[in-house]
């Protein structure tokens, strides 16, 4: 009997973060926060998103050069069995370009300008059909809390939905001058 082909994809799962690398406050399980998979570094909210060296360029301008992966789930089904390869490269950028080239899954919008965030729990990537599930910096606020529009949340979550997406799902911020598609 011939047996088929199947590739064997490299994965790893995420766990919650105890510390603040940048502030050393305390982080538990479910508290929403930011993980570097290449440091294997966790960020409370309040610093992984903090902007302060805005006269800096590329990767020297944020808290932390590397993409971090947005942890802000209701479970952990999200949380298992990532695809590696959906972390991109350890790369850092010199120069702020925002060249990101893609549509975002909640509002329709183009992904220019801000940051981009990708699902690493939906879909196998760029190579299949639909490759990514992608949301803007805008409806990502919106369905942090930070913003209080109930409509658009819920139109947010029912396109999110059409795409299998669900709330237990885990994010990479990709930040401004990171093209994924070289990746």
Excluded at 32 to 50: A, L, M, R, T, V
Excluded at 57 to 70: A, C, I, T, Y
Excluded at 170 to 179: Q, S
Aim: contains cysteine.
């Amino acid at each position: 009997m011939l047996q088929p082909n199947i590739e064997k994809r490299e994965t790893v799962d995420l766990t919650f973060g105890s510390a603040c690398y940048q502030c050393l406050t305390s982080l538990k399980a479910f508290d929403p926060q930011f993980y570097c998979y290449f440091c294997k570094i966790w960020f409370c909210k309040n610093c992984g998103e903090d902007d302060k060296f805005q006269t800096r360029k590329g990767s020297k301008r944020m808290v932390h050069p590397h993409n971090l992966v947005w942890i802000n789930v209701f479970s952990e089904e999200g949380m298992h069995s990532i695809d590696t390869y959906k972390f991109g490269k350890n790369l850092d950028f010199d120069v702020n370009i925002q060249k990101h080239g893609g549509i975002c899954n909640g509002c329709g919008m183009s992904l220019n300008g801000g940051f981009r965030y990708i699902c690493l729990s939906c879909r196998p990537g760029p190579k299949s059909d639909g490759g990514y599930v992608d949301i803007c910096q805008k409806c990502m606020k919106c369905l942090s809390g930070e913003e209080n529009d109930e409509n658009k949340y819920n139109n947010i979550l029912e396109k999110l939905r059409k795409e299998n997406h669900n709330l237990s799902h885990v994010f990479l911020r990709i930040c401004f001058g990171n093209d994924y598609s070289k990746y």
